[in-house]
Each structure stands twice: as structure tokens, then as C-alpha cells.
């Protein structure tokens, strides 16, 4: 079910030491700390809650718990008017409930209904949060954004690396949309002088969905960024993140050794995050007998079977990686590598006891062994733990409602080094854009891959510091391949692959 709940800190209630179980199947309460054994035996009603609320006068601590395994929710009573109070929760929960399972909750809509539902929904700010979100989902955007401009909001979703315009909220509504989030996430909603982030964990039907809410002070207003982490969506498999079959089996055998360093490399965006993940929950599900820990910042999903340590102010990424690697885990997951200390730490860690999984914010393969030597980690050790170098970028998939055949241009042919006779008997598909891709002629994302395993040569080139030979080796061009290869499948087109993998030399 959807939720932000329809209670935030300002709605508690007067009365005596009571609990309130407050589920779909009805409403119990039990009085004077006594928890009710069988929720469905002890259903209360309005009236009954009302009373117990009259009947006291001081504080009063409230539990709702739910048969879903949600946590409970618990209050702790501020005075104010309570039946009231009561009436309101309880119906505009069921209100929600019977919301989730309408088109508005479950299924995309054209960006003007969203905005007629804006206005009709302008009175109900947990409903509308439902719907902002319920519609970011169902859009499969992977942010909503909610940025001041005079006396309107502008509302806008992220989707496939694409921004968005869906529709403009007044100010008013948009302020107390984004007080309501920030409660929802436990922020500290009265100040809006300082950047701000939190978590919201939401229930629909389809599994949890995290929100990652980051709040920016600016001069016309607060800008939101709500960044949508739904492992339903974006949990993937090692076979199911457009590796070839043979890369994939390369990568179950980098994921079998002992150890080593594996760095996946590609600009932001590029879905590292979502590899490494794959990667971990492959080998949490494959062995259970090796440890596997990880550092991030911020952990993007919970893993089982997995240690997670998110890095924070008091903890940097080398102080908890030496802590870390004390405790001696088979397996170590650096977020990503961005200082020599961390660098350095991580690399020995591959080199001597280790497998190491991390991510090194770089164009191309060719520039992450001279960022490693330039963070001041020594060749012998580049060379001794370095197993692979994984490159990724994230090419967007030709809509399927209105993909058709084409013909690329000479032009387009020459970009990728292309011939016709390279193109022969290949199903090449563009889409021609309709309502399903927002008239884009895309819809969803697919990785593209290219593996360069450390051998003798590069081991070294590397001892050599000869980044002239190394840059002739590790060049993009198994990335542009790979591309390549999804044209032909007809999975992207030709002017997709052009942008993101560039044109040959
Ligand atoms: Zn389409």
C-alpha cells in the first residue's frame, strides 16, 4: 500500500497511556499500555477512541502497528483536540487505501492529467504526495525534481537520463508539499537555510521504493530533489544489465577469485552502482560462505546477506575501510575510490587478502590506471592487484510501441567506422516517438560493457609507467563494439549509440 502516512507530528492527541492498532482489516485499541493479543478481536470504533481520549488529559502514547511488517508507527501526544484528530487518520488512511488501487496510483498518466489531478488535489497534501510519487514511479523516472521559480513550483521527472517538464504547482501548495516531505524524512522542516537529506521508505503494493530527499536553500525557495531507489526496478541480475552472455560469464569468474581488484569505470550515470550491486547480490546468493562488506556513500539499497557501512561526517571512506578490513571479510565493495588514502588502503586490500569491487569516476578505460598512480598508489601494487577494468554506459532502448525499421545515413555509418557490409542482415529498429516514450522513440535503459582483464602486458606496462603503450590498450573502442552490437540487435539506434559511446577516430 501508499503511503505517507496521514499523520505527521503536528496531529497528536490528548488522553490517558493508550495503543492503537490500526490495520486494513479494522482498528483495535487497547488502553493503559495492554497491547491487544488478537487485533481483530479488539476492534474499536471512533467512538470508542474518542472516549478514551476525553477521559484523560495529559499525554498519551499511541502505537499503530500494521500485519505487513511495516514498522509501527508511534506517537507521542501533544495536546490538541483528539476525536477530531482520530476522524482525520483514520479516514484519510482509508481514503489512501482505496486510492493505491486507481489508475492515478498504479499506471502512467499523460503529464495534463497529472497536472489536473495537482489542482484537484491541492487541499489533500498526502494524497497529492501519493500521486507525485505514484506517477514518478509508474513513469519509471528515477528522480522527481520541485524547483522554485517567482510564485510556481515546477515539477519535473528524470527519466532515462531525460528531464521532464510534467506541470507547475502553486507556490502555496508546492511549500507545504515540501514541509510535508521533509517531516515525512525526518528533516528538520522550520529551517530552510541549510542543505538538507533524508530518507522516506514507501510500501506500495509492488514492493518498498526509498526516497532519497535532498533539500537546497536557494534564493527564491527550497529546491527538491527527490531520487526515487525502487530495487524492483533497479535491483538487477548479473544477466539482465545488457551483457553479452560471454561477458557475463567473464564477470561470474572475476567474481570467483579470491582476489584482486575489479574496478568498474565510467562517467556518472553511467550505472555503476547498479553493476556492483548486481555484482553482490550474485555472490551473496552464490556462496555463503564469504563475507562480503561494503562502504558507500549513502548506501542505496539495503542487500541481504550483505554488511553495509555508510560513510558520514565522523567516518571517512579510508578510516572505515581500515576498520573494515580488520574484521577480515572475503569480499570489500568501496563505494567509490576518490582519495590516496582510500586508494591506497583498497588496493592492498586487493593485493594481499581481498577481492575488491569499486567504481573509479573516469571517462575511459584509458584514464584509470593513471588515476590510480596519480592518488599516489604505487605501480607494483596497480599492477599486482588490478584483475579487470569494466567500462559501462547506459545507451536508451528504442521504444517498443512505435519502433520500426530505418536506414541509417551515410554519415551516421561513417561515425561508427561502419560499412554496409557490417550492417548486413542486421534488424536495425528507431522508434518514431509516441505517447508510451513521451515522443522520444526511447523507453528504459540497457548497459553496454566492455572487460579489459589485467595481463602480462599491461601488468608491465603499467611497472613502466608507460601510459602511451597503456592508452593504446585500453581504448574505447570494446565499448563502441558493444554498442555497436545493440544496434544491430535492434535493441538502440545508431544516433543513440553515437551519443553516448562518440565516433571513431
Ligand atoms: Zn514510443
Known amino acids: 500500500m501508499w503511503l505517507f502516512e496521514p499523520l505527521t507530528g503536528e496531529q497528536l492527541v490528548t488522553g490517558d497511556d493508550a495503543q492503537l492498532h490500526m490495520s486494513p482489516q479494522g482498528l483495535a485499541l487497547s488502553r493503559a499500555g495492554e497491547v491487544a493479543a488478537d487485533v481483530s478481536a479488539a476492534v474499536a470504533d471512533y467512538q470508542e477512541l474518542s472516549e478514551v481520549t476525553m477521559k484523560g488529559g495529559r499525554r498519551v502514547r499511541l502505537q499503530l502497528s500494521f500485519t505487513d511488517g511495516r514498522r509501527p508507527w508511534r506517537l507521542r501526544g501533544v495536546p490538541r483536540p483528539h476525536g477530531q484528530w482520530a476522524l482525520y487518520t483514520i479516514e484519510g488512511y482509508q481514503k489512501l487505501l482505496a486510492w493505491a488501487s486507481t489508475d ?48 510556481i513550483y515546477g515539477l519535473r521527472y528524470r527519466i532515462d537520463g531525460g528531464v521532464f517538464p510534467v506541470a507547475k504547482l502553486p507556490a502555496a501548495t508546492a511549500e507545504r508539499l515540501v514541509r510535508m516531505l521533509k517531516n515525512q524524512a525526518r528533516l528538520q522542516s522550520h529551517r530552510s537555510d541549510v542543505t538538507q537529506e533524508g530518507r522516506i521508505r514507501l510500501y506500495p503494493a509492488a514492493g518498498p521504493v526509498d526516497l532519497r530527499l535532498t533539500v537546497m536553500p536557494g534564493v527564491a525557495g527550497e529546491k527538491v530533489n527527490v531520487r526515487l531507489l525502487n530495487p524492483a526496478t533497479q535491483l538487477f541480475g548479473l544477466d539482465q544489465l545488457g551483457m553479452t552472455q560471454q561477458q557475463a560469464e567473464q564477470m561470474k569468474a572475476l567474481l570467483a577469485r579470491p582476489t584482486g581488484a575489479v574496478l568498474l569505470c565510467g562517467p556518472g550515470g553511467a550505472g555503476k552502482t547498479t553493476t556492483i550491486y548486481a555484482a553482490l547480490s550474485s555472490l551473496a546468493a552464490q556462496d555463503a560462505t564469504r563475507t562480503i562488506a561494503t562502504i558507500e556513500n549513502p548506501v542505496e539499497f539495503d542487500l541481504d546477506g550483505i554488511a553495509q557501512t555508510q560513510i558520514g561526517p565522523q567516518l571517512d571512506f579510508s578510516a572505515a575501510l581500515s576498520v573494515l578490513l580488520r574484521q577480515d571479510p572475503g569480499v ?66 528504442v521504444c517498443a510501441a512505435c519502433a520500426g525499421a530505418y536506414q541509417p545515413t551515410a554519415e551516421e555509418m561513417a561515425a ?11 534488424n536495425l529498429q528507431t522508434g518514431n516517438g509516441c505517447p508510451a516514450c513521451h515522443n522520444t522513440g526511447y523507453r528504459g535503459r540497457t548497459g553496454i560493457f566492455d572487460t579489459v582483464l589485467t595481463d602480462e602486458d599491461i601488468r608491465s606496462l603499467i611497472m613502466a609507467r608507460d601510459m602511451q603503450a597503456l592508452r593504446a590498450r585500453l581504448t574505447s573502442d570494446g565499448l563502441r563494439a558493444a554498442a555497436i552490437e545493440k544496434v544491430k540487435a535492434g535493441v538502440t539506434d545508431i544516433a543513440e549509440a553515437i551519443r553516448v559511446v562518440g565516433a571513431a577516430q
Open 104 to 151: 492515478e496510483a498504479t499506471k502512467p498518466l499523460e503529464f495534463d492529467t497529472i497536472a489536473g489531478c495537482i489542482e484537484r488535489y491541492a487541499d489533500d497534501l498526502p494524497l497529492l504526495g501519493n500521486l507525485l510519487i505514484a506517477q514518478a514511479v509508474a513513469h519509471g523516472a528515477s528522480d522527481m525534481d520541485l524547483e522554485p521559480a517567482g510564485d
Open 332 to 397: 570489500v565493495m568501496v563505494g567509490e575510490i576518490r582519495d590516496p588514502q582510500t586508494a591506497q588502503i583498497a588496493m592492498r586490500a586487493g593485493m594481499t587478502g581481498q577481492l575488491l569491487l569499486t567504481t573509479v569516476h573516469a571517462g575511459g578505460p584509458e584514464l584509470v590506471i593513471p588515476r590510480l598512480l596519480d592518488l599516489d598508489v604505487e605501480p607494483y601494487m596497480v599492477s599486482s592487484a588490478l584483475a579487470a577494468i569494466v567500462s559501462q554506459r547506459l545507451v536508451r532502448k
Open 416 to 426: 561508427l567506422g561502419l560499412s554496409s557490409a557490417d550492417l548486413s542482415g542486421a
